[in-house]
């Protein structure tokens, strides 16, 4: 019903960069907090930057000064724009989102949705 719809990932140059794109669709009333996570091979799932519905950002020290997080809300869309990226970098990069769906003509509460990853890979 709710889908998260990712795109933007793909290999890079140490040192160049890339916009991560979010779209949600599905019979949605609101689009709250919205996020990305990563996931490098042999590593813990990590936080790499959230943004309310209001704008308010939040970012791992890792992403700080070099990744900015933004939204449309017309759009239901969140970016990533990534620059100086690094080898450390390189991981799956997967969108989340607390959405109020519907149910029926009903808005339930938010729940979490996932995007279904999209690598990047950054090269040396």
């Known amino acids: 019903q709710v889908q998260l719809v990712e795109s933007g990932g793909g290999l890079v140059q140490a040192g160049g960069s890339l916009r991560l794109s979010c779209t949600a669709s599905?019979?949605?009333?609101?689009?709250?907090?919205m996020g990305w996570y990563r996931q490098a091979p042999g590593k813990q799932r990590e936080l790499v930057a959230t943004?309310?519905?209001?704008?308010?950002?939040n970012y791992a020290d890792s992403a700080k000064g070099r990744f900015t997080i933004s939204r449309d809300n017309a759009k239901k869309t969140v970016y990533l724009q990534m620059n100086s990226l690094k080898p450390e970098d390189t991981a799956v990069y997967y969108c989340?989102?607390?959405?109020?769906?519907?149910?029926?003509?009903?808005?339930?509460?938010?729940?979490?949705?996932w995007g279904q990853g999209t690598q990047v890979t950054v090269s040396s």
């Open positions: 989340k989102a607390a959405i109020s769906a519907y149910r029926g003509s009903i808005p339930r509460d938010a729940y979490d949705y």
């Open positions: 943004i309310t519905s209001g704008g308010s950002t």
């Open positions: 599905g019979r949605i009333f609101s689009t709250d907090t």
